[in-house]
């Protein structure tokens, strides 16, 4: 495995709609283990392709346990990963790898259902609420050019800087 460096913003690629895979195969499974790797390193909780320079649909997300709310911990590697459904409402603190320094409080759905396929091809579905829901929203964003820091309705109070 390796790690790969990240891509910061304004780089012109974050802003990219990041195409469609055909299907999974030995090179995009070793790309999505070189990201996973890349995520864990960081330290972050997800990566999308476009923040290692490549515009392609194929994210990674590691959520660790968390034993005061009795989340498990989750791994994933999602190609064409798609919201096929979203509901309710959550607010909170996000940042992310390709703007250091910057955090920010957004506004996302509660719960999504995520369709995708791994990196075996084989169809996922999955159901996520809270803080995976968020990394979810957040990492296919990412595919569309979408920046957290563009979902900021009030930049002044919901925007501020943090120490690397
Ligand atoms: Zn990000």
């Known amino acids: 495995m390796a790690i790969l460096p990240i891509v910061k913003d304004p780089n012109p ?39 290692i320079g ?18 498990e911990e989750v791994s994933l590697k999602l190609i064409n990963p798609e919201i096929i459904k979203a509901s309710g409402e959550q607010y909170g603190a996000e940042g992310c790898l390709s703007l250091p320094g910057i955090a ?10 995520v369709k995708a396929i791994d990196t075996d091809n084989k169809p996922v579905r999955i159901k ?18 979408i920046m957290f820091t563009d979902r900021i309705e009030n930049p002044k109070e919901d925007l501020w800087m943090v120490e690397e």
Do not use: C
């Not at 070189?34 to 997800?46: H, I, R, S």
């Not at 996520?128 to 050019?145: M, N, P, R």
């Open 104 to 113: 920010g409080n957004v506004r996302r759905a509660f719960q999504v259902t």
């Open 13 to 51: 690629i974050l802003r990219k709609k990041a195409v469609k895979l055909r299907k999974a195969d030995a090179g995009l499974a070793k790309l999505a283990d070189d990201m996973f790797e890349t995520m864990l390193v960081a330290p972050g909780v997800g990566l999308a392709a476009p923040q």
């Open 54 to 71: 490549k515009s392609i649909r194929l994210v990674v997300i590691h959520v660790p346990e968390d034993e005061e709310d009795g989340t």
């Open 128 to 145: 996520a609420e809270g803080y995976l829901a968020v990394v979810l929203q957040h990492e296919i964003d990412h595919l569309d050019g």
